[in-house]
Protein backbone atom coordinates (compact mmCIF):
# COMPACT_ATOMS: atom_id res chain seq x y z
CA UNK A 1 0.00 0.00 0.00
CA UNK A 2 1.18 3.10 -1.37
CA UNK A 3 2.20 5.82 1.82
CA UNK A 4 2.65 9.72 1.49
CA UNK A 5 4.80 10.80 4.48
CA UNK A 6 3.72 13.75 6.70
CA UNK A 7 5.48 17.14 6.85
CA UNK A 8 7.09 18.35 10.14
CA UNK A 9 4.65 20.54 12.14
CA UNK A 10 7.72 23.24 12.05
CA UNK A 11 7.40 22.93 8.31
CA UNK A 12 3.86 24.11 7.95
CA UNK A 13 3.15 27.80 6.76
CA UNK A 14 2.02 29.81 9.71
CA UNK A 15 -0.82 32.04 8.49
CA UNK A 16 -1.24 35.72 10.03
CA UNK A 17 -3.98 36.12 12.38
CA UNK A 18 -6.38 39.35 11.38
CA UNK A 19 -7.64 41.77 13.39
CA UNK A 20 -10.85 42.39 14.49
CA UNK A 21 -13.39 44.78 13.16
CA UNK A 22 -14.42 47.49 15.77
CA UNK A 23 -17.62 46.84 17.17
CA UNK A 24 -19.93 49.70 15.82
CA UNK A 25 -22.78 50.61 18.72
CA UNK A 26 -26.48 50.58 16.68
CA UNK A 27 -28.33 53.21 15.97
CA UNK A 28 -31.06 53.97 18.60
CA UNK A 29 -34.47 54.68 16.51
CA UNK A 30 -36.42 57.81 17.06
CA UNK A 31 -39.47 57.34 19.00
CA UNK A 32 -42.66 58.30 18.09
CA UNK A 33 -46.29 59.14 20.19
CA UNK A 34 -48.34 56.32 20.53
CA UNK A 35 -51.68 57.20 18.75
CA UNK A 36 -54.63 56.46 21.32
CA UNK A 37 -58.28 55.39 19.81
CA UNK A 38 -61.23 55.70 22.02
CA UNK A 39 -63.04 52.41 22.83
CA UNK A 40 -66.66 52.81 23.96
CA UNK A 41 -67.06 50.46 27.00
CA UNK A 42 -70.47 48.11 26.88
CA UNK A 43 -72.94 48.42 29.37
CA UNK A 44 -72.65 46.16 32.29
CA UNK A 45 -74.93 43.47 32.45
CA UNK A 46 -75.32 43.52 28.63
CA UNK A 47 -73.29 41.30 25.94
CA UNK A 48 -72.04 42.86 22.77
CA UNK A 49 -73.34 41.65 19.96
CA UNK A 50 -71.46 40.25 17.50
CA UNK A 51 -71.22 41.53 13.86
CA UNK A 52 -70.09 39.71 10.83
CA UNK A 53 -66.51 41.13 11.30
CA UNK A 54 -66.26 39.91 14.48
CA UNK A 55 -66.94 36.47 13.41
CA UNK A 56 -64.70 36.87 10.62
CA UNK A 57 -61.29 37.97 13.13
CA UNK A 58 -62.20 35.06 15.85
CA UNK A 59 -61.71 33.06 12.92
CA UNK A 60 -59.22 33.92 12.17
CA UNK A 61 -57.36 34.14 15.61
CA UNK A 62 -58.38 30.61 16.27
CA UNK A 63 -56.91 29.46 12.94
CA UNK A 64 -53.49 31.32 13.78
CA UNK A 65 -53.27 29.81 17.23
CA UNK A 66 -53.73 26.24 15.68
CA UNK A 67 -51.27 26.87 13.20
CA UNK A 68 -48.69 28.83 16.03
CA UNK A 69 -49.47 25.25 18.30
CA UNK A 70 -48.39 23.48 15.29
CA UNK A 71 -45.07 24.91 14.29
CA UNK A 72 -44.18 24.58 18.24
CA UNK A 73 -44.72 21.68 18.82
CA UNK A 74 -43.22 20.04 15.68
CA UNK A 75 -40.30 21.88 16.83
CA UNK A 76 -36.81 20.54 18.12
CA UNK A 77 -36.63 20.14 21.11
CA UNK A 78 -34.12 22.72 22.38
CA UNK A 79 -32.15 20.23 25.14
CA UNK A 80 -31.11 18.10 21.70
CA UNK A 81 -29.60 21.20 20.11
CA UNK A 82 -27.48 21.57 23.31
CA UNK A 83 -26.84 17.84 23.71
CA UNK A 84 -25.85 17.72 19.91
CA UNK A 85 -24.05 21.28 20.00
CA UNK A 86 -20.26 21.34 20.69
CA UNK A 87 -19.12 24.13 21.68
CA UNK A 88 -15.96 25.66 20.85
CA UNK A 89 -15.46 23.25 17.60
CA UNK A 90 -15.85 24.11 14.11
CA UNK A 91 -17.12 21.16 11.22
CA UNK A 92 -15.60 20.36 8.73
CA UNK A 93 -17.38 18.33 5.29
CA UNK A 94 -15.84 17.02 2.25
CA UNK A 95 -18.71 15.68 0.15
CA UNK A 96 -15.64 14.39 -2.43
CA UNK A 97 -13.93 12.57 -0.62
CA UNK A 98 -16.90 11.65 2.03
CA UNK A 99 -15.60 12.41 5.41
CA UNK A 100 -16.45 14.97 8.15
CA UNK A 101 -15.03 15.78 11.63
CA UNK A 102 -14.52 18.84 14.23
CA UNK A 103 -11.64 21.28 14.84
CA UNK A 104 -11.28 23.54 17.68
CA UNK A 105 -12.36 27.46 16.89
CA UNK A 106 -9.09 29.46 15.98
CA UNK A 107 -7.47 27.18 14.24
CA UNK A 108 -6.58 27.56 10.37
CA UNK A 109 -6.80 25.99 7.30
CA UNK A 110 -3.31 25.58 5.88
CA UNK A 111 -2.25 24.08 2.48
CA UNK A 112 0.13 21.26 2.64
CA UNK A 113 1.34 18.85 0.02
CA UNK A 114 0.20 15.42 0.02
CA UNK A 115 -2.81 16.14 2.87
CA UNK A 116 -5.83 16.56 2.12
CA UNK A 117 -7.21 19.01 4.96
CA UNK A 118 -5.14 20.68 7.71
CA UNK A 119 -5.97 22.74 9.92
CA UNK A 120 -3.79 24.27 12.80
CA UNK A 121 -3.44 26.84 15.62
CA UNK A 122 -1.20 29.96 14.31
CA UNK A 123 0.54 30.08 17.64
CA UNK A 124 1.46 26.80 18.80
CA UNK A 125 2.68 24.99 15.48
CA UNK A 126 2.11 21.50 17.11
CA UNK A 127 -1.38 21.85 17.61
CA UNK A 128 -3.11 20.58 14.28
CA UNK A 129 -5.53 18.35 12.72
CA UNK A 130 -5.05 16.75 9.23
CA UNK A 131 -6.62 13.91 7.14
CA UNK A 132 -5.06 12.23 4.05
CA UNK A 133 -6.60 9.97 1.62
CA UNK A 134 -5.05 7.18 -0.29
CA UNK A 135 -6.37 4.57 -2.58
CA UNK A 136 -6.92 0.91 -1.85
CA UNK A 137 -8.08 -2.51 -2.75
CA UNK A 138 -8.62 -3.32 0.59
CA UNK A 139 -12.65 -2.99 1.69
CA UNK A 140 -11.87 -2.79 5.48
CA UNK A 141 -9.34 -1.67 8.13
CA UNK A 142 -9.33 -5.11 10.04
CA UNK A 143 -7.94 -6.79 6.39
CA UNK A 144 -4.62 -4.97 7.11
CA UNK A 145 -4.12 -6.26 10.56
CA UNK A 146 -5.06 -5.67 14.47
CA UNK A 147 -5.09 -2.04 15.60
CA UNK A 148 -1.37 -2.16 17.55
CA UNK A 149 0.19 -3.45 14.72
CA UNK A 150 -1.47 -1.53 11.86
CA UNK A 151 -1.32 1.52 14.37
CA UNK A 152 2.77 0.76 14.76
CA UNK A 153 3.40 0.40 10.88
CA UNK A 154 1.75 3.72 10.05
CA UNK A 155 3.67 5.92 12.51
CA UNK A 156 6.85 4.60 12.04
CA UNK A 157 6.85 4.75 7.89
CA UNK A 158 4.23 8.05 7.97
CA UNK A 159 3.38 10.04 10.74
CA UNK A 160 7.06 10.75 12.12
CA UNK A 161 10.07 11.46 10.81
CA UNK A 162 12.47 8.60 10.65
CA UNK A 163 14.80 10.67 13.31
CA UNK A 164 12.17 10.85 15.76
CA UNK A 165 11.86 8.08 18.79
CA UNK A 166 7.83 7.06 18.65
CA UNK A 167 6.28 5.08 21.35
CA UNK A 168 2.31 3.43 20.45
CA UNK A 169 0.66 4.43 23.84
CA UNK A 170 -2.66 2.77 23.04
CA UNK A 171 -4.83 1.37 19.83
CA UNK A 172 -8.38 -0.15 19.64
CA UNK A 173 -10.69 -1.10 17.92
CA UNK A 174 -14.22 1.27 17.09
CA UNK A 175 -17.01 0.30 15.58
CA UNK A 176 -19.52 3.30 14.75
CA UNK A 177 -22.57 3.35 12.42
CA UNK A 178 -21.17 -0.41 11.36
CA UNK A 179 -18.37 0.80 10.17
CA UNK A 180 -14.97 -0.01 12.11
CA UNK A 181 -12.46 2.58 12.91
CA UNK A 182 -8.82 1.78 14.74
CA UNK A 183 -8.33 4.85 16.98
CA UNK A 184 -4.47 4.89 18.51
CA UNK A 185 -2.36 7.58 20.97
CA UNK A 186 1.47 7.86 20.45
CA UNK A 187 4.61 9.96 20.93
CA UNK A 188 6.98 11.10 18.76
CA UNK A 189 10.03 13.05 20.29
CA UNK A 190 12.30 15.13 18.29
CA UNK A 191 15.76 16.73 19.15
CA UNK A 192 13.65 19.61 20.20
CA UNK A 193 10.03 18.66 21.01
CA UNK A 194 7.89 15.74 21.74
CA UNK A 195 4.14 15.74 20.03
CA UNK A 196 1.54 13.82 21.69
CA UNK A 197 -0.52 12.89 18.62
CA UNK A 198 -4.01 10.64 18.27
CA UNK A 199 -5.03 9.05 15.64
CA UNK A 200 -8.08 7.20 14.03
CA UNK A 201 -7.88 5.15 10.37
CA UNK A 202 -10.53 3.55 8.26
CA UNK A 203 -11.42 2.07 5.18
CA UNK A 204 -13.76 2.78 2.63
CA UNK A 205 -15.08 3.98 -0.85
CA UNK A 206 -11.56 2.02 -1.96
CA UNK A 207 -9.97 4.78 0.40
CA UNK A 208 -7.58 4.45 3.21
CA UNK A 209 -8.93 7.69 5.27
CA UNK A 210 -6.24 8.78 7.91
CA UNK A 211 -6.95 11.74 10.32
CA UNK A 212 -4.00 12.51 12.75
CA UNK A 213 -4.29 15.80 15.66
CA UNK A 214 -1.87 16.17 18.33
CA UNK A 215 -0.06 18.93 20.73
CA UNK A 216 3.39 19.61 21.96
CA UNK A 217 3.99 17.00 25.26
CA UNK A 218 4.34 20.26 27.06
CA UNK A 219 0.53 21.40 26.34
CA UNK A 220 -1.30 17.62 26.77
CA UNK A 221 -2.81 17.99 29.56
CA UNK A 222 -4.71 21.37 28.48
CA UNK A 223 -5.17 19.75 25.08
CA UNK A 224 -5.95 16.25 25.33
CA UNK A 225 -9.80 17.14 25.95
CA UNK A 226 -9.85 19.02 22.77
CA UNK A 227 -7.52 16.35 20.52
CA UNK A 228 -10.13 13.51 21.66
CA UNK A 229 -13.22 15.24 20.73
CA UNK A 230 -11.47 15.80 17.39
CA UNK A 231 -10.46 12.13 17.06
CA UNK A 232 -14.56 11.49 17.99
CA UNK A 233 -15.92 13.40 15.56
CA UNK A 234 -14.06 11.50 12.55
CA UNK A 235 -17.03 9.81 10.61
CA UNK A 236 -16.74 8.27 6.81
CA UNK A 237 -20.02 8.36 4.72
CA UNK A 238 -20.12 5.62 1.78
CA UNK A 239 -20.23 7.67 -1.20
CA UNK A 240 -22.65 5.98 -3.72
Not at 73 to 79: D, E, R, T
Not at 219 to 224: E, S
Request: proline share 8%; hydrophobic share 40%; glycine share 4%.
Amino acid sequence: MATTRLLSPHALPLPSRTAADALRPAATPSRRPLAVRAVALPTPGCRPRKGPHDAEESSRRTMLLAAGATVFLSWPNPAAFAAEAKKGFLPVTDKKDGYSFLYPFGWQEVVVQGQDKVYKDVIEPLESVSVNTIPTNKQDIRDLGPPDQVAEALIRKVLAAPTQKTKLIEAKENNVDGRTYYTFEFTAQAPNFTRHALGAIAIANGKFYTLTTGANERRWDKMKDRLHTVVDSFKIEARI
